[in-house]
């Protein structure tokens, strides 16, 4: 047995000897106690390197369980914005006893990054960057980044710092650091232009735009005196980006987000989501039970027109959900503002009048089929059936395109977040609406004839 | 007047003084003519600069009118993965005009990328990465870096290839490499593990998963051989990934994805895009007016039943929506697997019937307050029609939730992307659906009595 071999015991193999996201597979799939103790036996940098994925399932229950001296240790060298996560996962009673452990300069750091609201630049950042005073060399400012590597979360930005005030001047990136004259100042190394910062408080999604339109790697996060707080690395962006993504997925099929795998969210967790949003659509739909009742005179005169409703109502709602997704899309990658309503709208009317007359006209054909094939016999007045079908689809898919394309606008305009219009609320919104307009249309081509 | 100022023509300085993102939002905002007059005259290394960026819109017509010389030296000056993109754009004409004038190594390069089918890892890959053979030191190849720097779209990944063979044995970070004694092997400071690599043929989604997965900056692509054929970096990835998302929401939204900015694309193509699944579902959904003749006696016996048929087909299609919204993420993210169909249709049905009966009791509630408070008369027989909507609740709001769930595994098991599963798809799903299963229900507790 090699020396190699003998460091780890043998069922610690597949933790050690694979990529670190196979290792956290594996120790995703275990159950709690068999996770407990590979974590207490592991080579500690390995399990830092674990811990310091998000991937990793049940983190704080994990280090609650260790050993406090291997939760310490683990922590400590941890990226701070990971082990600050992870601290917010434990109960009170376990972050006290662990708090406790740690060196006072660490724990400072996690405070400061606990009290930052989630989803913001702030709640993202890790604190461990290099930056340098501005007036050192090229030379000088390798040594440190050598020096200091081990322990930076990313080396590939360096800030450039007022010696005196310590506010940020510019940003250099590795690349050009290496590529200096040694006895160059940093300074002469880096970006001409202002960097490009955030704030504590702003937004992942504003954080994500930013480092997508400078193609940078990591972003500082500055206070009001150009300090440098924290940076924002593209790997935690790309996380949040997927995350964000899968919120919107969830409101646009009209639940609430859901954070965990659809696995590992408990039956009741599931429900309380969906049960929500399906009640209140349920209130709103109910509307088109009112919407009936109201007509239920035409509805006994004429049983024919019932035939079209389903029809009728999902043509709008389907025209709403289209203009809607492409909306909301375009709301959140900034290319259309929301002074942009009215030019939106004027697209959109001609728009859905014309999808409107091409449904119209396949309505046209399908009520003539069927009726001079003798298939279905729409009564006498079939003709004129037939024109309010299709002079109703014109109306309804009009709307529901006007209507689905202003309510991220309208959503927007409030404070919402655009993404909170779903294709069931639009469907919604559409069914009520669809029923008033194919009944009057019914009533001003039928009346004296049909009803 | 200084000299750098005078460097550059006035007109000229909003796109020479500030950072490249703001430098192409001012020319993608100027017309035609002046973009090309602008192009013509920037500094060539700033033209490059902004010609590398994907967020440059219109780059082949402008390229397509620059003075020929101009236009070789921006596709030479450009990364190669962007130049072969640009020449994608031009007409057959242009693109032969401009091959003629560039380098036979660059065209051999851009031919190459040309041929990958798009969202391909060889569409996204840059061919200008750095390289150097596994026995080099760390000296020898930090210098090699300095030196071939400013021509790499990526300097932070390094391979090491075998000397004989040129297969890829090793990646290497930047920070790895700087941080390694300088005699030292490049290889002793490289990766223990395998590195992780793409094919030519791989799906981007893949490659962001990949990337994501194993918090890579670049990732290398691959031959059989496995010789390097290119690198896709994270920026790419996240465009791509952004682009993906967009793509995915129109498609939930029930409408062919658009690549353009709603505002650029033109009113016939997004009729186009709009028109084919409008048109696809209104066909599917004509099947509810034949379920609805098909029940033609029982509407015209109790009209009242058709109250309620908004309200409960829109139910039915709601639960399908979240439920295929759902679905559709955690297949994306890999959370659950096709295998895995089953344990998900073992926990949409129960919750189906739960959500279902919570709406069963609003509405029992809702018919019982409107009968009583006189509000409308549903009839002697409105106990016996609550129970009726109630229980068709129940079965349509369960269909809802397991159609809609196990719809992108049908799709994903076909071959087709799950995310083509949209929510109008699913409601005209169950729509007709619904429609036979509330009136199966009212034959059943009604017949004998009001049918």
Redesign the interface.
């Known amino acids: 047995m090699t020396p190699i071999l003998q460091a780890v015991a043998p069922e610690l193999l597949p933790f050690t000897a ?4 196979d290792a956290i597979d594996h120790l995703n799939a275990c159950d709690s106690a068999v996770a407990v103790d590979v974590a207490s036996r592991l080579p500690l940098a390995r399990l830092i390197d674990m811990f310091d ?1 998000p ?1 990793l399932q049940r983190a704080g229950g994990l280090i609650a369980r260790m050993p406090d001296a291997r939760a310490a240790a683990l922590l400590e060298g941890m990226a701070d914005d990971r082990a600050a996560d992870v601290l917010l996962e434990l109960d009170d009673a376990d972050r006290a006893r662990l708090s406790g452990r740690l060196r006072s300069g660490t724990l400072e750091a996690l405070r400061q990054l606990m009290r930052y609201p989630p989803h913001t630049a702030g709640s993202l950042m890790t604190t461990e960057f290099v930056s340098v005073p501005a007036d050192w060399t090229v030379a000088q400012t ?1 040594t440190h ?2 020096q200091v ?2 322990s930076r979360e990313t ?2 930005a360096i800030y450039l710092l007022d010696p005196a005030s310590h506010a940020l001047v510019r940003t250099l990136s ?2 050009q650091l ?2 200096g004259d040694p006895d160059a100042l940093a300074l002469s190394q880096a970006q001409r ?2 960097p ?1 910062w955030v704030a504590a408080h702003t937004d992942q999604e504003e954080v ?1 735009r930013l ?5 940078l ?1 990591a972003i500082p996060v500055l206070d009001e005196a150009r300090h440098v707080l924290g940076v924002v690395t ?2 935690d ?3 949040a ?2 995350s964000e ?2 919120e ?3 409101k ?4 609430q987000a ?1 954070e965990r ?4 969210t408990g ?1 009741w967790s ?2 309380k989501k ?2 929500g ?3 209140a ?3 709103g ?2 509307l ?2 009112s919407a ?2 109201h007509f ?1 005179d035409e ?2 005169k004429a ?1 024919v027109l ?6 009728i ?3 709008g ?3 709403g ?2 203009a ?7 709301l959140a ?1 900034g ?2 503002r929301l002074r ?1 309503w009215w ?2 709208a004027l ?1 959109e009317i ?2 859905g009048m ?2 409107g007359a ?2 119209g006209v ?2 046209l054909i ?1 009520i003539s089929i069927w009726q001079f094939g003798g298939i ?1 016999d729409y009564g006498p007045h079939w003709v004129l059936l037939a024109f309010t079908v299709a002079a109703a689809l014109v109306g309804i ?1 009009t709307f529901g395109s006007l209507s689905g394309s202003m309510l991220p606008f309208l959503l927007q305009r409030l404070g919402f977040d655009p993404a909170s219009a ?3 609320f639009v ?2 919104l559409v ?1 009520v609406t669809g ?1 008033v307009i194919y009944f009057s249309i019914a009533a001003l081509i039928l009346g004296g004839t049909l009803l």
């Open positions: 694979s990529n670190i996201a994925r991937e390798l980044v050598r590597e081990r080396v590939y590795l690349r290496i590529a232009t202002e490009v994500a480092i997508r339109r400078h193609d790697l593209v790997d962006v790309l996380d980006l997927i993504s899968t919107d997925a969830h646009f099929g009209g639940l859901i795998p659809y696995m590992r039956f599931m429900i969906r049960a949003w399906l009640c659509l349920f209130l739909e109910m088109t039970a009936m009742q239920d509805l006994a049983v019932t035939l079209f409703i389903p029809l109502m999902s043509s709602g389907n025209s959900s289209q809607t997704s492409l909306l909301i899309r375009a990658l290319e259309v942009d030019r939106v697209r001609p728009s014309l999808l091409m449904l396949i309505a399908r279905y898919v779903s294709a069931p469907a919604t069914d029923l």
